[in-house]
């Protein structure tokens, strides 16, 4: 989660895992990349923006099971804490969209499952 000025990053996702849906930029970890690299490189390259990691806010488990309930995928997301230091934030890959958004701004999002009561609360906590 990216802050500037009070507003968090948002970007729609343009790919198959939560096509269309505002959500926080994000995504898969490189074989043996630590964790918080991989977020600072995925927020660069879906929004050319580059920024300060400050903490780790919350994991949450996504676990998709068929209807024998066998597990077909188990994604952790980490969510970290970022402050913006430089960029201008444009769609670049894997995202239709970007935005800044302020708490208000989030209840006329179709969001992914989730966001924006996560976004609202750390915004809570932090003011």
């Avoid at 600072?40 to 994991?59: H, K, Y």
């Avoid at 444009?90 to 800044?100: G, H, I, L, N, R």
Wanted: overall charge negative; charged content about 25%; proline content about 2%.
């Amino acid at each position: 989660m990216t802050l500037r000025d009070g507003k968090v990053l948002l970007v729609k996702r343009a790919k198959k895992a939560g096509y269309g849906l505002w959500s926080l930029p994000g995504g898969h970890i490189e074989t043996g990349e630590p964790a918080r690299a991989a977020a600072l490189r995925e927020l660069a390259e879906e929004t050319g923006v580059t920024a300060r990691l400050d903490r780790l806010l919350e994991c949450q488990d996504i676990i998709h099971r068929d209807a024998h309930d066998t597990i077909i995928f188990h994604y952790v997301i980490s969510v970290f804490l970022c402050q913006w230091q430089h960029g201008e934030a444009v769609a670049a890959t894997d995202v239709s969209d970007v935005m800044w958004a302020s708490a208000g701004d989030l209840d006329g999002l179709n969001m992914t499952h989730g966001t924006a009561d996560l976004i609202r609360n750390t915004l809570k906590t932090l003011t």
